[in-house]
């Protein structure tokens, strides 16, 4: 069975901590867009942890964990987040990369930021980590898939080649030293030894182990409003967010994903540049910012603080919608115990109308929210199992959000460990 866990919102949902969790009774967790630009925080026996690149099921003994050919990989970034798991006493997991998947390149780094720099004002908020170009790169057919590191003579070549392009760019558009082709190809060789024991043709490993039956997961990083075509372009990702792309990012039929579990935040993060209607300012984010998430809200990748908002179920709503959930699990629901009142964001007035369907974007970014207010419930839910024994006015404020979302609610996370989870 396949099943895919992503989100609805702009990230940040606790992805993470719904997949450390699932993966317990996954045999195969796989990333399959991205890179090492958004990070999920993940609570368990042997500490705390911001994977970047490696899917969440890693702290398993008995899964294997795959970066599918969808994924920007950073082959030393790759080698780096394994040794820390390592030194910090989990054992050494088990790691497939796909033969299919593009290596993300020094220069896609330092591009990143040179074009961030440029921008100045207008600059998309990046973390930099050089996954705009690589994506780029990739659809212009000047990307380096991992295979390509064992054709040492025709990568010398297209190192060459690739790079006469690039340095156009260094020299006249950002004024930067320009790449070493001789260089770069050393660094691909080094790269190729990091990465060589991990190489697999995934597609037919998945293909097997889906005629074994085993129980595979697709891991979804950031959240459907981030995804390149449905998102709030252009102040997206580079790659497909949406479930659907995990057919493709890890190379198995679509009709096998069964299951799509989609993450919604019981209030509303985002990072970086966009419109963000049921954005709070203020002493009003500030607070929520400071007792969000697990120890604040600031970017796992940047440690940048992260823009906050009441809870936007139009969003939300076409979050589920577009990801096709099969169901929700509702996230961090614990820290709005604080509130005596929780404004909820059902509507957006565009041009003195008022709709309850998310916009493309030149819409949304005239749009005000409306809200409707529930009571709030005034304690700590922590430590809660069941979901009778929850506060009446949470219970409301989680059906509330189901009925707007068209989406069961299956599951309701009331802290950042893994046994804090309330099945219903
Ligand atoms: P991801 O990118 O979707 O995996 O999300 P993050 O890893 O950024 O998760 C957001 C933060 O929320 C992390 O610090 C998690 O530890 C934390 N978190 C996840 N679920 C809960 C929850 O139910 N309650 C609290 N308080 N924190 C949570």
């Known amino acids: 069975m396949v099943r895919a866990i992503v989100g609805a919102n702009w990230g940040d949902e606790g992805k993470g901590k719904i997949t450390d969790m699932l993966a317990k009774e996954s045999d195969i967790i796989i990333r399959y867009q991205g890179g090492s630009n958004a990070g999920h925080t993940i609570i368990n026996n042997y500490g705390k942890f911001a994977l970047h690149l490696l899917p969440s099921g890693v702290f398993y003994n008995h899964t294997t964990s795959i970066i599918g050919n969808g994924v920007a990989l950073n082959i030393p970034y790759l080698i780096k987040e394994v040794n820390d798991l390592v030194s910090k006493g989990v054992p050494k997991p088990s790691i497939l990369v796909s033969d299919r998947a593009q290596i993300l390149m020094p220069?896609?780094?330092?591009?990143?930021?040179y074009e961030e720099e440029r921008l100045g004002k207008r600059s998309f908020g990046s973390t930099k980590s050089g996954i705009a170009p690589f994506y780029s790169d990739k659809y212009a057919k000047i990307g380096f898939q991992?295979?390509?590191?064992?054709?040492?003579?025709?990568?010398?070549?297209?190192?060459?080649?690739?790079?006469?392009?690039?340095?156009?760019l260094m020299e006249h558009l950002y004024h930067k030293p320009a790449?070493?082709?001789?260089?770069?190809?050393?660094?691909?060789?080094?790269?190729r030894e990091m990465v060589k024991p991990f190489v697999c043709d995934v597609s037919n490993y998945l293909h097997n182990a889906i005629k074994e039956g085993k129980n595979i997961l697709l891991e979804g990083q950031l959240g459907s409003l981030k995804d390149t075509d449905h998102g709030i372009y252009p102040m997206v990702t580079s790659s497909s967010t949406l479930a659907a792309y995990g057919a493709i990012g890890a190379g198995i039929p679509p009709y096998e994903i069964k299951n799509i579990t989609t993450v919604v935040k019981a209030y509303s993060s985002a990072v970086g540049?966009?419109?963000?209607?049921?954005?709070?300012?203020?002493?009003?984010?500030?607070?929520?910012?400071?007792?969000?998430?697990d120890g604040g809200e600031y970017g796992a990748t940047t440690g940048r603080p992260r823009r906050m908002g009441w809870f936007d179920a139009v969003a939300s709503r076409y979050g589920c919608r577009i990801q096709?959930?099969?169901?929700?699990?509702?996230?961090?629901?614990?820290?709005?115990?604080?509130?005596?009142?929780?404004?909820?964001?059902?509507?957006?007035?565009?041009?003195?109308?008022?709709?309850?369907?998310?916009?493309?974007?030149?819409?949304?970014?005239?749009?005000?929210?409306?809200?409707?207010?529930?009571?709030?419930?005034?304690?700590?839910?922590?430590?809660?199992?069941k979901y009778e024994d929850l506060p009446e006015n949470c219970r409301n404020y989680i059906e509330f959000?189901?009925?707007?979302?068209?989406?069961?609610?299956?599951?309701?996370?009331?802290?950042?460990?893994?046994?804090?989870?309330?099945?219903?």
């Not at 820290?335 to 709709?355: A, H, R, S, W």
């Not at 299956?410 to 950042?416: A, C, I, L, Q, R």
Request: glycine share 8%; proline share 5%.
């Open 107 to 113: 220069y896609h780094i330092l591009f990143d930021q």
């Open 273 to 293: 540049a966009g419109a963000f209607v049921s954005e709070i300012f203020e002493d009003e984010a500030d607070e929520l910012r400071r007792r969000g998430g």
């Open 401 to 424: 959000i189901e009925k707007e979302l068209e989406t069961p609610i299956t599951m309701v996370s009331n802290g950042p460990g893994r046994d804090d989870i309330i099945y219903r």
């Open 146 to 168: 991992v295979c390509e590191l064992f054709d040492e003579e025709s990568l010398k070549e297209k190192v060459a080649s690739v790079c006469e392009m690039k340095n156009v």
């Open 324 to 385: 096709g959930a099969t169901e929700a699990a509702l996230t961090v629901l614990d820290v709005l115990g604080y509130l005596d009142e929780l404004p909820i964001c059902i509507g957006y007035e565009i041009d003195g109308k008022v709709t309850k369907d998310f916009p493309n974007t030149v819409e949304l970014n005239k749009a005000k929210p409306v809200y409707t207010t529930l009571p709030g419930w005034k304690c700590e839910i922590r430590g809660i199992k």
């Open 179 to 191: 790449i070493d082709p001789e260089e770069l190809f050393q660094t691909l060789l080094e790269y």
